[in-house]
């Protein structure tokens, strides 16, 4: 579909029946908003036209309220400005409805990136074997964590997803009825969600969006590229699983909790194949097939409710083997399709529906090792090196009992004993991999196969990939030296021939961009990525990376398929493994159309990168010396920022940032440290881009960026930046992710902040750094506008952002009137928190 095509198509499919939709929103009669579609549109024209001349939110609101409202108290007031959150709040819920119902319209079954697509352009250049072997070798796994970037909680989930579904059949009653269900549905968690309602949460979209979509992407593959002689791996799309088993961070992520995710994760998928068995009983009636599934319908049942009784998945496909041989036999194959489509989806989920990973900071591991050690070594750590302490605990015979420790340790030590009961329920493949956070050096991995010892595991026993996350700058640049040193340890070696000789790492984009800037962490982490597939090669080791991205490009985020069809030779390319969370779960992965089109993308970006040649792939010497060049500049530009005296006061007096923890949508806290002044290391990353986000400023997607433009631009060497823009995939995909974040901006919000005496100096640092980054990168571009080659997007991310500017007024009218303790500071802070959640939703990535 041409450019003109799409745009058209969404002005018919998005914005016409947003309009249309948006009417009819308006005029229902909800108890506590009428007259609020009446005053919204003035207050956006006062935010609008008051921001284009320099005023201040808090201007504008008292403005609005003496044009347009006859209210004088504060309470009043306050309780107008609530009534207009709540009515913003479900005109976004709507918006994404519309946005999503549009979905199939705006996308083709042969579109760039689609399976189709890929079997089109490999039989066009004679590569069908080529793919072929690749799928055989491929694959990829989506993560879904548990952070806290959801807002809406599981009823609107629901009414969004039935709203989407009236919307595409055009059913007007039933939209008049599911928008005045929206009027009338709380929007907030009255209590902060446990890490198993999270688990819950997320349980809903695998059995009603991803049961079917794997199951229909797998079929369209195995149509596309199967043949007599090949038949594509039912796991090449995998599922992975947080909540319930990331302990980072999170007190609340207990063994116990852990037991009750995998036993829900187990239930969900048989209930999922007790309901397909249903349907696909209906079909297969025959004498023989019919008696072999009534009998595998009722084990499942008693699966599901029955004490003690179980069903794992070799017994499930036992019972489907035995019925198509009859089905062939005696029936003449009828329905065959039917069968084997329901045996694949067992082959792709097994029992375990999704992986559930185990994670952990390695900072709390070091304090239980700490505790063991002093316990149970005879000797104590002052008067023992790092070497001795690690020896003792590789080839101590000491099994621990739980019981004899208290806290963390305790807990960790029952977590990691009830991996065999969950692996023995779920399968293998329901829990096979633990995740060490803030990883720097060797013993962080030697710690967890040391744990699992004093658990009374034996060696070959240890059926879990040990998995090291390199976050900060740091981390990154050790990674391929504490590869190396484990690759060539004994004990590590032995360990990975029974892994398969496969080495999972996992990188943090997240964490890595706030601590190195956006340009400096995304070349940090490609140069790491390169040293690793280096030293796994030379150790004949499979790696696999597991990249923690978020939804944002400040998060690693952003157009995932071109950042990873860009990879060069020198990274390895065995699967493509993301995190997803939050409203990234619902905006990209949050029905079957989207899901399907999200998963294609990212599974035709990985085989794409090694069938297609392409020079704009593979960085040449003086590319890489650009990109570094361009880096280091753009990092102490950064690095400048993060030391100066205002960065973290900035955030705690100006932002959001103090109110991200008080909000009911996760269970995690906002910060790792337990103390109670703010420090930068302890910063998670989603409050933290979040923060910047709601302040319509979006720093770590840009920041450091046009500067060190700007300085080759000084030198001369301005043309060498467009050669590199136009020769390097990955190059020009950084830059384009950036723009996103740029056009996701708006200073004026802020522009008051100028003439702060205290932040004053500070806000006009930021916003020259986004007016020369912008200005560079038009340059750069060639392009009148951001996101000029993105129409869709640019149209989507303008309607939004006109939505939601009411909202933004009224979060910084509140913080102003808390900064200057003006009036009831409780409601002002409840007016802040509460706008978070629209904006958020809004924004579909910012967090």
């Known amino acids: 579909m041409r450019y003109e095509e799409k745009t058209e198509r969404f002005r018919q499919l998005v914005e016409n029946k947003f309009q249309i939709y948006n009417s009819l929103f308006m005029s229902l009669p909800y108890d506590k908003m009428s007259n609020i579609g009446m005053l919204l549109p003035f207050l956006y024209e006062e935010s609008k036209a008051g921001y284009e001349k320099g005023k201040s939110p808090e201007v504008i609101m008292e403005e609005f309220f003496a044009k347009h409202t006859e209210m004088q108290t504060e309470v009043q007031r306050t309780e107008l400005l609530f009534k207009i959150i709540q009515y913003i709040e479900r005109q976004v819920v709507l918006f994404d409805s519309i946005e999503d119902a549009a979905f199939p319209g705006l996308h083709s079954e042969s579109d760039a990136g689609t399976v189709l697509q890929l079997h089109e352009r490999a039989s066009q250049e004679h590569q069908l074997g080529a793919a072929r072997k690749k799928m055989n070798d491929f694959?990829?796994?989506?993560?879904?964590?548990?952070?806290?970037?959801?807002?809406?909680?599981?009823?609107?989930?629901?009414?969004?997803?039935?709203?989407?579904?009236?919307?595409?059949?055009?059913?007007?009653?039933?939209?008049?009825?599911?928008?005045?269900?929206?009027?009338?549905?709380?929007?907030?968690?009255?209590?902060?969600?446990?890490?198993?309602?999270?688990?819950?949460?997320?349980?809903?979209?695998?059995?009603?969006?991803?049961?079917?979509?794997?199951?229909?992407?797998?079929?369209?593959?195995?149509?596309?590229?199967?043949?007599?002689?090949?038949v594509p791996d039912p796991n090449m799309v995998q599922l992975g699983f947080w909540p319930g088993g990331d302990r980072d961070g999170n007190p609340f992520v207990t063994a116990e909790i852990t037991q009750k995710v995998a036993a829900e994760l187990h239930a969900s998928i048989l209930k999922a194949y007790y309901e397909h068995l249903k349907d696909l009983r209906r079909r297969l009636s025959f004498r023989g097939v019919s008696g072999i599934l009534e009998t595998l319908s009722r084990e499942i049942y008693d699966a599901i409710f029955v004490k003690d009784a179980d069903i794992s998945s070799e017994e499930i496909l036992h019972h489907l083997k035995a019925a198509e041989k009859i089905l062939v036999e005696q029936h003449n194959g009828l329905f065959l399709n039917l069968l084997e489509d329901f045996a694949d989806r067992v082959k792709i989920f097994g029992t375990h529906f999704a992986t559930l990973d185990l994670r952990q900071d390695s900072k709390v591991h070091q304090q239980i090792m700490d505790e063991i050690f002093e316990k149970k070594s005879?000797?104590?750590?002052?008067?023992?090196?790092?070497?001795?302490?690690?020896?003792?605990?590789?080839?101590?015979?000491?099994?621990?009992?739980?019981?004899?420790?208290?806290?963390?340790?305790?807990?960790?030590?029952?977590?990691?004993?009830?991996?065999?009961?969950?692996?023995?329920?779920?399968?293998?493949?329901?829990?096979?991999?633990?995740?060490?956070?803030?990883?720097?050096?060797?013993?962080?991995?030697?710690?967890?196969?040391?744990?699992?010892?004093?658990?009374?595991?034996?060696?070959?026993?240890?059926?879990?990939?040990?998995?090291?996350?390199?976050?900060?700058?740091?981390?990154?640049?050790?990674?391929?030296?504490?590869?190396?040193?484990?690759?060539?340890?004994?004990?590590?070696?032995?360990?990975?021939?029974?892994?398969g000789r496969a080495q999972t790492i996992m990188l943090g984009f997240s964490d890595g961009t706030k601590d190195g800037g956006y340009l400096k962490a995304n070349w940090e982490i490609y140069e790491t990525k390169e040293r690793l597939t280096k030293v796994s090669d030379d150790n004949n080791i499979k790696v696999v990376f597991f990249d923690g991205r978020g939804g944002p490009p400040a998060r690693g985020g952003g157009k995932t398929h071109d950042f990873y069809a860009s990879q060069g030779k020198t990274i390895a390319n065995n699967r493509i493994e993301i995190t997803i969370q939050g409203q990234t779960i619902t905006s990209v992965f949050g029905n079957k159309d989207q899901a399907k089109y999200n998963f294609e993308q990212l599974l035709t970006a990985g085989i794409e990168n090694d069938i297609f040649k392409n020079a704009k792939k593979d960085l040449t010497e003086p590319e890489r010396k650009l990109i570094r060049e361009l880096a280091e500049i753009s990092f102490k530009k950064y690095s400048d920022l993060k030391a100066h005296d205002m960065f973290v006061p900035y955030l705690q007096e100006m932002s959001t940032l103090e109110y991200y923890g008080k909000t009911n949508i996760g269970s995690r806290p906002t910060k790792r440290g337990v103390g109670s002044e703010l420090k930068f290391e302890d910063l998670r990353a989603i409050p933290f881009v979040g923060s910047w986000s709601q302040l319509k400023q979006n720093v770590p997607g840009f920041f450091g960026f046009g500067f060190a433009l700007q300085a080759l631009k000084k030198q001369g060497r301005f043309a060498e930046v467009i050669s590199l823009f136009k020769g390097s995939d990955f190059f020009k995909t950084l830059v384009l992710n950036s723009m996103m974040s740029m056009n996701k901006s708006y200073f004026p919000l802020t522009s008051y902040m100028k003439d702060n005496p205290k932040f004053g100096g500070f806000w006009t640092i930021l916003f020259e750094e986004y007016e020369l980054s912008k200005a560079m990168m038009l340059e750069l571009t060639g392009f009148k506008m951001l996101m000029e080659e993105e129409p869709l997007s640019r149209k989507s991310v303008k309607i939004r952002e006109k939505i939601v500017l009411p909202l933004l007024t009224i979060q910084q009218f509140a913080l102003i009137k808390i900064q200057k303790e003006e009036g009831n500071r409780e409601a002002y802070e409840k007016l802040v928190m509460r706008s978070l959640f629209g904006n958020i939703n809004a924004s579909r990535n910012s967090a």
């Open 378 to 499: 005879g000797k104590s750590l002052e008067n023992t090196t790092t070497e001795e302490q690690l020896k003792w605990f590789l080839e101590t015979e000491v099994v621990l009992d739980a019981s004899e420790f208290e806290g963390i340790t305790k807990d960790t030590l029952e977590n990691i004993k009830n991996v065999k009961n969950i692996q023995k329920q779920n399968g293998e493949r329901g829990l096979s991999r633990y995740i060490i956070s803030n990883s720097t050096h060797v013993k962080d991995v030697l710690y967890v196969f040391a744990l699992f010892k004093l658990c009374g595991y034996k060696e070959e026993d240890i059926n879990i990939d040990i998995v090291p996350l390199f976050e900060t700058m740091d981390g990154l640049q050790e990674g391929a030296e504490v590869m190396k040193d484990l690759y060539e340890l004994p004990v590590y070696q032995k360990h990975l021939e029974r892994r």
């Open 139 to 230: 694959g990829i796994k989506v993560v879904f964590t548990a952070h806290p970037t959801q807002f809406y909680p599981n009823s609107v989930q629901r009414i969004l997803h039935d709203l989407r579904t009236a919307i595409m059949k055009d059913s007007v009653t039933e939209i008049d009825m599911l928008l005045q269900q929206l009027g009338k549905t709380p929007f907030v968690n009255k209590e902060k969600p446990t890490p198993l309602d999270e688990a819950m949460s997320i349980i809903f979209y695998l059995r009603y969006v991803y049961y079917d979509t794997i199951g229909e992407l797998y079929k369209k593959v195995k149509n596309s590229f199967g043949s007599d002689s090949f």
